[in-house]
C-alpha cells in the first residue's frame, strides 16, 4: 500500500487548439516519431485519443531497477470473458459506472444501452489478458481471461523503449488475480512510467506500427495486402520434428491370405470395425495397422524397423490440419502471383476465406481491413487459434482495436466472416447457418490417389442468423457437441431433400461436385511441393481428414445469383462417434478403402 510515497498520477488538460496541434503533428511526423506516447485522429470514432493521464515518479532518489523494494500490485478492477462481457457491465453493480469513469466517456443523454457500448468500444485500448496453463488443465478452463487494471494501471501510457514493466500474477491462496509494476531501468524524479502496451508480439517497426492502431490510429492502406508465401523455416517452425522414411526399404505388399491385425488407440474402431479382413489386437507390436490418435513422427524409424506395417498418418501432414499453415497451402491453388484483386479486393482462391497470419501478416491485414472499410464492405471477421478447435478462444467482430488486441492471448488468424451465408430453414426457428463435413481417404501421395466419403455430416446453428450480437453462440456458431445445448442431427440424404425443396434452382448435385473439386485442388495444392512444405509420400501411409465447409452467396453476377462452396479447416483425427451411430458400416468403409483399396458398394467416389 506504499506506492503512492513513489508515483503521482497526474491528469492532462487540453485546449482545443493543443489538440488540434498535437493531431497535426502526429499526422505529418507519424513516421518519424519513437512511439511514445503520440497519438492521432482515429477517423472511424471522429475522436482524438489523446492521453489524458500518466503516471510520474515522485521520489527524490528515483527508482532502482535492482532495489527489490521497487515491486508494486496493481489491482485488477474488472476480469471476464468476453462473452460475458456485456452481462457483467449490465448487471454487476458499480462496475458500469466505474468503467464509465476510468475510461472518461462521456454520459450525457445516453441510455444505459449506449453506454454500455461505448465501454465494449473502447475497453481495448485498457484490456489485458492472462489464461492459466498446465498438464491437467482442461482446454476451456486454459481459455484466455481478460481484465482491466485499476485506476492507477490504466493511467500508465505506452512507450516503445519502456522503463517499467506490467505482469499479471496469480496468487493461489487468496485465489485473487494482480499485475505486478517493477522497473526495468534507472528512472528519475519526475520522469513518467511507462510500459510496452504490445510487449513481445512484434520486433519489426511495420507490425509494431499496426499493432499500436488501437492506441495510435494511422492509415496503413498503402501497404501491400497481397500475402507471400512464408519460407520453409517458418513452415516447420514450433512444430514438432519429424523424419521421413527412407525410400529404399523392401515394402511388403498387403497380405491377402490373413486377416489384417488393426491396433488402434480410438475406441470407437475397436467398438465398429466388424469388417472379416481385419482383427483388433491390443498390442502394437503386433499389428499390420497402426491407427494413433496422437502425432506420429518417426516414419524412417518404422519404415527400417517395421516395413510391413501401415499407419493412419502422412508426414508432414500438419501442413493440411494447422489453421495458419492451411491457409498457405490453399493459395497455391491462386491463380497468378496476387492474391487480392486490387479493384474488387476478392481473395484467390475464391473459396478460401480471406485470411491473414496476425503474427506474421499483420500490417497486411490492416492495410486490407482499412481499404474494404473506405469502399464500405463488409468488414467481419472470425479470429481463432490455429491449434485450437471446437470455437474454443474463436471471436467475430467488426472492430480493428479488438482484432488487434488478440494475439495478446496467442497466435491467431483472421479469416473473413462469411456474411451472406446460405441458410437452412428450421422448425420453429427460421433460417440457421449451417455447415458440413466430408471425409477425405487418402491412398497415397505420389501418385496423388484420394477418395471422398459421399456420406457428409451437418452442423446447425440453434437461433434465427442475423449479422449481430457476435457473443451470442448458437446464433453464430454450428459446433454443438460439447455445448449443453440442443444438437440437431439429419441424414444428409433428408438435408438434401429439403435444401433443394426450399432451393428450387439449387442441386445438391451441382454443389458437391464443386466441392469435390475443391477437395482435389487442395490436395494438389499440399503434394505440390515436395516435404517439410509439402506431404511427404511414404507406401506405410494411410489417412483420413475431415473437411468443413460452408455455402456462400456469390452476387458478383447480379443476374445470377451463385452458391460458392467455402473451405474452412482440415480436420486430423476428426470424431467419428456420430457417424457410426449414422452408418454402422462406416469403419468397415473406411478401411476397406484405406487399406484393401477396395471401393465396390462403398459410398465413395475418386477425386
Not at 306 to 332: G, Y
Not at 416 to 430: A, C, Q, T
Not at 578 to 606: G, H, M, T, W
Request: net charge negative; with cysteine.
Amino acid at each position: 500500500m506504499d506506492a503512492g510515497e513513489t508515483f503521482s498520477m497526474i491528469k492532462f488538460e487540453y485546449s482545443d487548439d493543443e489538440s488540434e496541434e498535437v493531431n497535426f503533428k502526429n499526422n505529418e511526423e507519424e513516421n518519424k516519431h519513437d512511439g511514445d506516447n503520440l497519438n492521432i485522429k482515429d477517423e472511424s470514432t471522429d475522436r482524438c485519443h489523446l492521453p489524458l493521464w500518466k503516471v510520474i515518479v515522485i521520489r527524490k532518489e528515483g527508482v532502482d531497477p535492482l532495489d527489490p523494494q521497487h515491486i508494486y500490485l496493481i489491482d485488477h478492477a474488472w476480469t471476464y470473458s468476453i462473452s460475458v462481457a456485456y452481462q457483467h457491465l449490465a448487471e454487476i453493480p458499480g462496475l458500469l459506472e466505474r468503467m464509465l469513469a476510468l475510461m472518461e466517456i462521456d454520459i450525457e443523454g445516453k441510455s444505459q444501452e449506449e453506454m454500455i457500448t461505448s465501454i465494449l468500444n473502447n475497453m481495448w485500448r485498457y484490456n489485458q489478458s492472462y489464461s492459466f496453463g498446465g498438464t491437467n488443465i482442461e482446454a476451456e478452463s486454459a481459455s484466455p481471461l481478460w481484465y482491466i487494471m485499476d485506476e492507477f494501471g490504466s493511467c500508465i501510457q505506452h512507450s516503445d523503449s519502456p522503463n517499467f514493466r506490467t505482469v499479471p500474477f496469480y496468487d493461489i491462496p487468496s485465489q485473487t488475480s494482480f499485475t505486478l509494476l517493477f522497473p526495468v531501468k534507472q528512472v528519475e524524479y519526475e520522469e513518467e512510467v511507462t510500459r510496452d502496451y504490445i510487449e513481445g508480439l512484434a520486433t519489426d517497426s511495420l507490425s509494431r506500427k499496426a499493432l499500436r492502431i488501437p492506441w495510435e490510429p494511422c492509415d496503413m492502406s498503402d501497404v501491400n495486402c497481397n500475402q507471400r508465401e512464408q519460407s520453409e523455416t517458418f513452415l516447420r517452425s514450433g512444430r514438432m520434428e519429424e523424419t521421413t522414411p527412407d525410400l529404399t526399404q523392401d515394402f511388403a505388399p498387403v497380405p491377402t491370405d490373413r486377416k489384417l491385425k488393426v491396433y488402434a488407440d480410438y475406441s470407437v474402431i475397436r467398438e465398429n470395425l466388424h469388417h472379416r479382413a481385419f482383427e483388433i489386437v491390443q498390442d502394437d507390436n503386433d499389428a499390420d495397422i497402426l491407427w494413433y490418435n496422437f502425432h506420429f513422427k518417426e516414419y524412417r524409424d518404422l519404415s527400417i524397423s517395421s516395413p510391413h506395417k501401415m499407419i493412419n498418418q502422412f508426414p508432414f501432414e500438419h501442413i493440411l490440419t494447422v489453421k495458419d499453415l492451411l491457409a498457405i497451402i490453399c493459395r497455391r491453388a491462386a491463380p497468378g502471383n496476387n492474391t487480392v484483386d486490387s479493384d474488387t479486393l476478392r481473395t484467390w482462391p475464391k473459396w478460401l476465406p480471406t485470411t491473414y497470419n496476425l503474427k506474421i501478416e499483420v500490417p497486411q491485414f490492416v492495410s486490407y481491413y482499412q481499404q474494404r472499410a473506405s469502399r464500405k464492405l463488409d468488414n467481419h471477421w472470425i479470429c481463432k487459434p490455429w491449434n485450437l478447435a471446437r470455437g474454443l478462444d474463436t471471436h467475430i467482430t467488426s472492430d480493428l482495436n479488438y482484432i488487434l488486441r488478440l494475439p495478446s492471448t496467442g497466435p491467431k488468424i483472421a479469416c473473413k466472416y462469411i456474411s451472406n451465408p446460405v441458410l437452412f430453414p428450421r422448425d420453429e426457428i427460421g433460417m440457421v447457418k449451417f455447415d458440413f463435413r466430408y471425409l477425405i481417404l487418402l491412398q497415397s501421395v505420389h501418385p496423388l490417389r484420394a477418395y471422398v466419403y459421399k456420406h457428409f455430416w451437418l452442423r446447425f446453428a440453434n437461433k434465427l442468423f442475423s449479422l449481430d450480437n457476435f457473443d451470442d453462440y448458437e446464433k453464430h456458431f454450428t459446433v454443438m457437441n460439447y455445448a449443453n445445448t440442443t444438437l440437431k442431427q439429419m441424414y444428409c440424404h433428408d438435408f438434401i431433400e429439403q435444401f433443394e425443396a426450399y432451393y428450387p434452382a439449387f442441386t445438391w448435385k451441382d454443389i458437391e461436385k464443386d466441392v469435390f473439386g475443391i477437395l482435389k485442388s487442395v490436395l494438389e495444392a499440399a503434394t505440390s511441393k515436395p516435404p517439410p512444405v509439402g506431404l511427404c509420400s511414404s507406401p506405410q501411409s494411410r489417412a483420413m481428414y475431415a473437411v468443413d465447409m460452408m455455402l456462400e452467396w456469390d452476387h458478383s453476377n447480379p443476374d445470377k445469383p451463385h452458391i460458392q462452396p467455402m473451405l474452412l479447416e482440415v480436420n486430423w483425427a476428426p470424431d467419428c462417434q456420430r457417424a457410426c451411430q449414422y452408418y454402422p458400416e462406416f469403419f468397415d468403409d473406411i478401411f476397406s478403402v484405406l487399406f484393401l483399396k477396395s471401393i465396390e458398394n462403398r459410398p465413395v467416389q475418386l477425386l
